[in-house]
């Protein structure tokens, strides 16, 4: 193995996808490493951290380096016997928690996985009821709950609608309808009536012509619907709707769902779980 | 503003999902103080920095606490006009880049906000593509893509199988169809067709009956379909049919999707992204 080759591992006594989520943007840092990644999820006890100890070890033995370890373990004992192992660790709790204790003048509770966790979580059942909305008011199936959407979703089919409103519906507990266009609504240039008494919820989804391209070939190879000159002809209609109806909207070509999700959110003045 | 109640800032020059991810774990440990939690997204040049600056020090005033900071911004220069706050700053990558780059032997690229963005991510494309996966194969619609899912979640009618499915998309990259459960496939304790030859792709949920009843009263209230009787039937029947055929199970009851979720991969030994 390359030295341009390293060992990560994620520990946690939980899901693990904290110790992930820090860790990955930290390794994003540096572009000229492979990192191979293993996630140890649910490390609860003495014994199951001796395994991971011993796992680290060998890997160190194999590789000549050190793996990279990742722990967001709470308990300090099941921390400590990670800490024993050879491994280089990155122990984001025991880095944290003091200086916050100091600061909050209160001991932490030291309790294992919370984050991910639904106790006492009433953030869960938002996220979950704005799940099931997303779904309920998918594609245009439905019209008539846009009363108690936080926004509307409009673009073209396949312009990353549905992924957008999955994942704030997941992630932030927002109620994401979305409704797509068809070529009736581009070629008069005017809102459907079932869009009208909700223009201030709208935002819009725009696409660069090839990629819709590539993406509709995938779903349907050769069709018209396709073609890049219906592409190029739907995404003419709706950016001339969007200006002419003045509806807030994004060029989604370079962005991640969680990009655009942000992005939307801090056009519309949206707040995380309907704060 | 009781000591109890402390105002926090998420900032970070990306979308601030890592920041609010890693500051919500080390939160969690602090019951007994309330969190007024605020993200700051794409704070990414010196301008918004010093507005930022601006925002926390009213805070400060205004609440006589510090606030505390979690920040992941990359740029030196802009960290630092952060760090010039009032605030008590838990300040993410100054403190860990450090170290990694003199165990990796080399400079971090300071790249903004890398991990949730596009750029070069080949796991993108896999999250994008399980996501149409997950929705498409939902609820059994269609069953005879399951030669390439990851799995194949069974259970009965709202024991939170399609959140599940999507999270594993999103979150994970897995390819995850669901089948529910007809009261024909529990009264024979038979397994369908559709499923027979991916028994080895099976995973069962399960949910105590008075939350599934709860569950169903709300999309359907006062109807036999969320009747306590019908849910106890049903889940005695789905258990029965679990244990014949030496399906693999969680009760859902008590855990979020994130821990369903990743329970199931350490039980079906799936890995992230396909690896």
Chains 1, 2 share one sequence.
């Not at 391209?213 to 592409?231: G, L, T, V, W």
Request: with cysteine; hydrophobic share 35%; net charge negative.
């Amino acid at each position: 193995m390359s030295a341009s080759k390293r060992t990560v591992f994620f520990v946690s006594d939980g899901t693990g996808i904290t110790a992930e989520a820090l860790g990955r943007s930290l390794l994003a840092q540096f572009n000229d490493i492979e990192f191979d990644q293993i996630t140890l999820p649910y490390i609860d006890d003495k014994a199951k951290a001796f395994q991971v100890v011993q796992k680290i070890n060998n890997c160190m033995i194999q590789e000549g380096h050190k793996p990279i370890i990742f722990d967001t373990i709470v308990n300090q004992e099941i921390r400590q016997i990670l800490a024993s192992s050879k491994g280089f660790m990155i122990d984001i709790f025991s880095t944290f928690l003091n200086p916050l204790e100091l600061e909050l003048k209160t001991k932490s509770s030291y309790t294992v996985g919370k984050s991910h966790s639904i106790v006492g979580d009433t953030q869960y059942a938002t996220r979950i009821s704005a799940i099931n909305y997303a779904l309920d008011n998918d594609d245009g199936i439905k019209t008539h709950h846009y009363d108690t959407a936080d926004v509307v979703i409009v673009g073209v089919s396949r312009c990353g609608k549905t992924p957008t409103c999955l994942y704030l519906a997941l992630q932030f507990g927002i109620r994401a309808a979305n409704y797509p266009f068809t070529e009736d609504d581009l070629d008069d240039l005017k809102l459907p009536n079932s869009l009208k008494p909700y223009k201030n919820k709208l935002f819009g989804l725009s696409i660069e012509p090839e990629r819709l391209a590539a993406i509709r070939n995938e779903r349907k190879p050769n069709s018209r619907y396709a073609s890049f000159r219906q592409c190029e002809s739907e995404i003419r209609g709706v950016e001339a709707l969007f200006a002419k109806e003045n509806i807030p909207y994004l060029n989604s070509t370079h962005y991640s769902i969680e990009e655009i999700s942000t992005k939307l959110m801090a056009e519309c003045d949206l707040n995380r779980f309907g704060h």
